[in-house]
């Protein structure tokens, strides 16, 4: 059995739905044991063969902690096969277009570059004003910003499906 992580960072708990998806496809592979958790719950990544790592995006930026996650560990997620994915706009169309091209934060992409993930993706995000606080309201109230749910699960277990394939060449999903 392959040992996977997938650690995210969410405020809202949409990112943890994704990851929690993205489990579920691993796992369904029969060869690959995954623990799911949120990063503040990774102490120690070493029982891991490989790492998959996402985090919400607020104006550009991984949360912290996830950030802090993978800077932390840089040198040990340069040791295995590592997937990266931020989660976060809102609306229709490809998530890259609705963020002009953006795909990871510019400050984190130093140790990305050093890491070498084997994919970065980027999926639509969960957005809903009942969460929001009177500051982010008024945020994306500025910045005319959509709400709502546009997640695209297809999208995220045909990516989770490409880990399962990288680390389980073997494996036919039919």
Request: hydrophobic share 40%; no cysteine; proline share 5%.
């Given at each position: ?9 969410t405020k809202h708990n ?54 802090e996650l993978l800077k ?85 277990r045909n990516w989770a ?14």
């Amino acid at each position: 059995m392959i040992r996977v992580l997938v650690a995210y960072a969410t405020k809202h708990n949409s990112t943890s739905e994704i990851a929690s998806v993205i489990g579920q496809t691993l796992r369904q592979s029969g060869q690959i044991q995954v623990d799911v958790k949120q990063v503040e719950n990774v102490h120690d990544i070493t029982p891991y063969q490989a790492v998959v790592l996402g985090s919400a995006v607020y104006m550009g930026q991984w949360r912290d902690e996830a950030a802090e996650l993978l800077k932390k560990h840089e040198q040990e997620l340069a040791q295995r096969p590592v997937w990266l994915f931020s989660s976060g706009p809102i609306g229709a169309g490809d998530p890259k277009t609705l963020l002009k091209g953006w795909v990871f934060p510019e400050a984190l992409q130093p140790y990305a570059d050093h890491i070498k993930p084997r994919d970065t993706a980027l999926f639509h995000g969960k957005l809903e004003r009942d969460w929001m606080n009177l500051f982010e309201k008024a945020a994306i109230t500025f910045v005319h910003a959509s709400t709502g749910d546009s997640r695209d699960w297809d999208m995220i277990r045909n990516w989770a499906s490409g880990i399962v394939e990288a680390l389980v060449p073997t494996y036919d999903e039919a």
